[in-house]
């Protein structure tokens, strides 16, 4: 598994996860995961896996789509462009190795993105999903990425939604229709 697999980091960005969350609720929710997405990004690097960082940049234009969260998230990210301390990774996740893909548009780090493309052209096959959120753009990326013919993974400890119930919810409903559900530690084995 480990030779065409990336790990695909969603939005573990400050704006994000950070101190300064748009999405204070979820960054709360969702403090917990970012020790084992370290140690599962750690884990993959040294196993030779592509470690991949899918942040949301900040909206370009008017929002596309009309769900109501671009209401709320359209002038809170309305500055957040490149260099912006928003859109960085979160420092504990950052390395000079990994693959840094910002979009300007969408809830999903897949839709209409070179995601999928760039990762498809690096010979990679298997997508292990980590980040936030349950709520939006994980759901939509796994399908997205199924319908790509991409075989998805998701460490349940790696992932959030908020409130935190509702993502377990998600994970036992919805992500396990869509994807391998696992642990951290259980990936760590496997690429040992």
């Known amino acids: 598994m480990a030779v065409r697999t990336a790990v695909v980091c969603v939005e573990c960005q400050d704006g994000v996860l950070g101190e300064h969350s748009v999405l204070p609720a979820l960054g709360s ?3 917990p995961l970012v020790k ?3 140690r599962l990004a750690d884990g993959a690097r040294a196993a030779g896996i592509r470690v991949v960082h899918a942040t949301f940049g ?10 109501p969260i671009w209401r709320r998230l359209a002038p809170a990210t309305a500055d957040w462009a490149p260099g912006h301390p928003a859109v960085a990774v979160v420092p504990e ?11 300007r548009h969408g809830l999903s780090p897949t839709w209409r993105t070179e995601l999928l493309p760039v990762l498809r052209g ?9 980040g936030v959120s349950l709520n939006l753009a994980l759901p939509m990326a796994a399908a997205e990425a199924c319908h790509d013919g991409f075989t998805v993974v998701v460490p349940r400890d790696a992932v959030a939604g908020t409130p935190a119930a509702y993502g ?5 409903n919805t992500m396990r229709m869509l994807a391998r559900i696992t ?10």
Do not use: C, K, Q, Y
Request: aromatic share 2%; proline share 4%.
């Open 29 to 31: 929710d969702a403090a």
């Open 36 to 38: 084992n997405i370290v």
């Open 58 to 67: 900040g909206l370009l234009g008017a929002p596309t789509g009309t769900a």
């Open 93 to 103: 996740l950052s390395h000079a190795d990994d693959l840094v893909l910002p979009r």
């Open 122 to 130: 690096l010979d990679i096959d298997t997508i292990v999903l980590t």
């Open 168 to 172: 377990e919810a998600v994970l036992a």
């Open 183 to 192: 642990t951290t530690d259980e990936l760590l084995d496997d690429w040992r």
